[in-house]
């Protein structure tokens, strides 16, 4: 098939929900990536931070493969290896004490603010279900997460959103005393917002905020969808920002390109949603699970140890171009954000990218968003940098 003969069939059948670029690919191998054409590309994206370990891996082939052929998915109502497997492993990492498995960002935070409102029903009844969120956020794209998210654009057309949501400013704590109340059960944040334009929270700020969950006997609940699985340096930000939440979610990284997420629960609150309260059908599916363990295996012997540097090479590269448009850029670890001067667009810079053959992401606040596979060479770092500078300049 050629790519206007695609291109006619997705505009001919799909629902136009994407604003696509014109782009097919096809196939690909580390953090390379081919079109119909077989022309390569660049991969400073991973999806949107979901290959985490790159395209064709060996060992996260093999391991796929091997689960597909042996069982491809059993019913939550039974025991299943894998899922029970990649539980011990998680917890192990983060001082966690239990997993649940899901299927996609927003659910694993439908998860948390369902365990948020439980475990504050069971402790003092009615009445105290509002969740605290930071503006800029981004949960989801559900109708109870889209209420999480503070983002005002977000909260269109589907009314009647769910209610008991409640918007502060990041890096405020007065602020967020500004909207508590007798009526809060937890605060849900982002460590980095992603899409809101990869803004990093202030150590500071989060110190205090886990200092009030405690003191209020709210839950501090971290969404670590886009952050975890490695991206900013440590297996999750939290590890880096001296705090250990009551609960977090995770999903885009989590089996380097299959769909799974999860939530994970301290002790606190490990046992809040009991026989009946919570299912999803698929989650923790053993091919995703045994893709997950395969993630964890990589991460542990070729990745997570590297991505600092990784980061900190693209972020001063790119501060180094001698380019007019490059105002500065932001980030953890391999979740970066360039900042652009004003009357550069960072869609139409995107798509420049793009046409040139780097795959690149956009995020809030006019910012270009680089989230490369952790696996990445530096060859491909240096072509990826190589397409930016031309492009600029
Ligand atoms: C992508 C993202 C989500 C939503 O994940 P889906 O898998 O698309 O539902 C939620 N929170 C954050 C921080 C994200 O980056």
């Not at 969808?225 to 880096?240: K, N, P």
């Not at 002790?267 to 949603?273: I, K, Q, S, T």
Request: with cysteine; aromatic share 8%; proline share 3%.
């Amino acid at each position: 098939m050629t790519f206007d003969e695609l291109k006619a069939l997705d505009h001919q059948y799909t629902m136009q929900t994407y604003g696509r670029f014109d782009v097919a690919i096809d196939h690909g191998n580390g953090a390379t990536l081919y079109d119909l054409a077989g022309e390569p590309y660049i991969d400073f994206a991973s999806g949107i931070g979901v290959n985490s370990v790159g395209y064709a891996h060996p060992r996260w082939v093999a391991a796929v493969s091997e689960q597909a052929g042996k069982l491809a998915h059993i019913s939550n109502l039974y025991y299943s290896e894998p899922y029970a497997r990649l539980a011990e492993r998680l917890c192990q990492r983060t001082g966690m004490s239990a997993a649940f498995f899901g299927n996609s960002g927003a659910e694993a935070n439908e998860g948390l603010i369902k365990l948020a409102r439980k475990y504050s029903f069971d402790r003092y009844g009615k009445g105290r279900g509002t969740i605290l969120t930071l503006n800029q956020s981004f949960h989801g794209r559900t109708v109870t997460t889209l209420a999480a998210t503070g983002q005002e654009v977000f909260h269109n057309y589907f009314f009647p959103f769910t209610e008991g949501f409640r918007y502060a400013n990041a890096n405020d704590i007065a602020s967020v005393e500004g909207v508590a109340g007798h009526d809060v059960c937890a605060v849900l944040v982002e460590l980095v917002q992603g899409e809101g334009g990869v803004n990093p929270l202030e150590p500071e700020f989060v110190q205090k905020l886990a200092e009030l969950c405690a003191k209020r006997d709210w839950l501090l609940l971290v969404d670590e969808v886009q952050t975890g699985v490695g991206r900013t340096g440590s297996l999750f930000a939290f590890q880096q920002y001296g705090i250990q939440p009551d609960a977090i979610s995770f999903a885009k990284g989590i089996a380097g390109g299959l769909p799974m997420s999860g939530i994970l629960a301290s002790e606190r609150c490990a046992a809040v949603l009991g026989p009946g309260t919570h299912a999803t059908t698929f989650g923790g599916n053993p091919i995703c699970a045994a893709a997950a363990l395969a993630v964890q295996d990589i991460l542990d012997d070729e990745a997570i140890a590297g991505v600092k540097e990784k980061g900190d090479y693209l972020r001063k590269a790119i501060e180094q171009m001698e380019v007019p448009c490059i105002k500065g850029t932001r980030g953890l670890g391999l979740m970066i954000g360039v900042e652009l001067e004003e009357g550069v667009n960072n869609k139409e810079l995107a798509a420049e990218l793009i046409a040139n053959r780097l795959l690149v992401l956009t995020a809030g606040g006019n910012v270009l968003r680089l989230l490369p596979p952790l696996t990445i060479s530096q060859e491909e770092l240096d072509q990826g940098l190589e397409i930016i500078r031309h492009t600029l300049s």
